[in-house]
């Protein structure tokens, strides 16, 4: 990951132009909201010391989790947020890029598998702590979230970032209404979710 974050970096750096041919203000054209679906907590949960005398049941099943699965999942979520934290702060559009994640799940809310009604509850209770918690963002050069001083919770943001989009529709159907386009006409585009 360090030498994806240094790579990266070094692309957006004085040759971005040839490498990278987006501008500042291209980027204002994006919202990007990264919801995860959370992960265990990588912390204490397993030593290099432990994981080199395992074999290949513990690398599928270990102290009720999936390891092999676990650190494939979590490097790609990794990857990813570290990616686009570079490219979005990289343009100074930090605040258009939202990524929501809890990382210190533990057991039946770590699994993707266990529907029960009392574990539905604890992940709705996940869930609105993580709407309280404060933005946090990548630190490129850790790889770690870490909170941004005064951008407020996770909540004002989703409600900011709401308001936008609201803001952007509003804009798009006054353009219609102002040059008469029909309902399926091409003269201007809808606003996309991906």
């Not at 210190?104 to 770590?110: D, F, T, W, Y």
Request: net charge positive; glycine share 8%; hydrophobic share 40%.
């Amino acid at each position: 990951m360090v030498a994806m974050t240094q790579i990266t970096k070094k692309m957006l750096g004085k040759d971005k132009e040839e490498l990278f041919p987006v501008r500042p203000a291209d980027c204002r054209k994006f919202l990007v909201l990264s919801i995860g679906t959370g992960s265990a907590s990588d912390e204490g949960l397993f030593t290099a010391r432990q994981c080199s005398r395992w074999g290949v049941v513990r690398w599928l099943r270990n102290k009720g989790m999936v390891p092999i699965i676990d650190i494939f999942m979590a490097a790609s979520s990794d990857l990813v947020d570290i990616h686009a934290g570079v490219l979005f702060q990289s343009l100074h559009s930090d605040r258009d890029y939202l990524r929501i994640q809890d990382s210190s799940l533990r057991g039946a809310a770590a699994t993707v598998d266990a529907a029960t009604p009392e574990n539905m509850r604890t992940l709705v209770g996940i869930g609105e702590r993580m709407l309280a918690q404060r933005v946090s963002r990548v630190n490129v050069e850790t790889g770690r979230n870490e909170p941004v001083p005064g951008e407020g919770s996770n909540a004002d943001a989703l409600a900011g970032l709401a308001r936008q989009l609201s803001e952007e529709r509003r804009t798009r159907l006054a353009r219609r209404a102002a040059a008469g386009c029909a309902g399926g006409s091409r003269c201007c585009s809808p606003v996309k979710i991906y």
